[in-house]
């Protein structure tokens, strides 16, 4: 059979021992918690303030649906016109031409004005 070596025995009292271990890891642990308080506090001390503002916008709220309906209609309306008079059908093509001069400023203005309404700015 073989005899078992006796290693020596250390012993550390119950406080130390509740501390986290032997006296050298527990002194190097403190050693470390200090480093690190230091270091925390010259961050503070060396940090700018930064003041940053999260503002979403959603980029679907930009496009107006009854704005993209007017524009819409009055750009059918114009090419409509141009088919009419590029295939020598010009009666239909004037008179739409004819209403397009005063159909134009109109949904402009009117466009302008809805906006405006909407935004609240003026009102």
Known sequence: MRKLSKL??????????????????????????????QQQKNSLLNRRNLTAYSLYINPLALFD????????????VAVLEKKL?????????????????????LVAFGSILILISKLGVFL
């Open 65 to 76: 649906v009854h704005f993209m309906l007017a524009a819409g209609a009055v750009v059918l």
């Open 85 to 105: 008079a590029d295939n020598g059908i010009i009666g239909p093509a004037a008179i739409i031409s004819g209403i397009l001069k005063i159909g134009f400023p």
């Open 8 to 37: 020596p025995v250390e012993s550390i009292d119950f406080k130390t021992f509740c501390k986290g271990g032997s006296p050298e890891y527990v002194a190097a642990k403190q050693k470390l918690d200090n480093l690190y308080q």
